[in-house]
């Protein structure tokens, strides 16, 4: 901008010697000046513009370079977010997983657990069957004892009573 600002302001000026040098040059001298001037000139002007496009040039490099250095803070700040975001998921996703391992231990312990109150209750009750096993034998043993001697005492009493019938 400000290159074209001066461009405004020396292209006037490099006319008006332009003109001056060819009035001066109808003056009677020779038209090498006036030639000698115009180069001089347009190579001014030409400088001006080489100038300016260096110029123009820098301020392009200028802001690419302030164009990436940002563009590089956002890829940074959205590389962090995503990173963050990751993290958070993973976070969540172990909590999650740790979860689900306590409830399927703790479901193993309770299975544990009722399986050996389980084996309990059937060492219980087969002790117990067999107690009343062992009862009912018992039982049916003392029986069978109390009729053989109830048998023994009639068969002893059957014997005194028929020797004493045959002794008279």
Excluded: Y
């Excluded at 003056?27 to 000698?36: E, I």
């Excluded at 802001?63 to 969540?92: F, M, P, Y």
């Excluded at 067999?130 to 059957?158: C, D, F, H, W």
């Amino acid at each position: 901008m400000k290159g074209r600002i001066a461009l405004r302001t020396v292209l006037p000026c490099l006319f008006v010697l332009a003109s001056s040098g060819a009035l001066a040059g109808c003056d009677g001298s020779s038209g090498k000046s006036a030639k000698s001037a115009e180069p001089n000139a347009r190579q001014i002007e030409h400088g001006e513009e080489e100038e300016e496009k260096r110029v123009e040039a820098a301020e392009a490099a200028k802001d690419r370079e302030l164009l990436s250095t940002i563009e590089a803070k956002k890829q940074e700040e959205a590389s962090e977010q995503t990173a963050k975001k990751i993290e958070a998921v993973a976070v969540a996703h172990a909590k999650k997983k740790e979860k689900v391992a306590a409830k399927k231990a703790k479901q193993k312990e309770q299975a544990a657990e009722a399986n050996v109150k389980r084996r309990e209750e059937a060492s219980k009750a087969e002790a117990k069957r067999q107690s009343e096993a062992i009862a009912k034998k018992l039982r049916a043993a003392t029986k069978r004892a109390k009729e053989l001697e109830a048998n023994a005492a009639g068969a002893v009493q059957q014997k005194g009573s028929g020797e004493a019938q045959q002794s008279p």
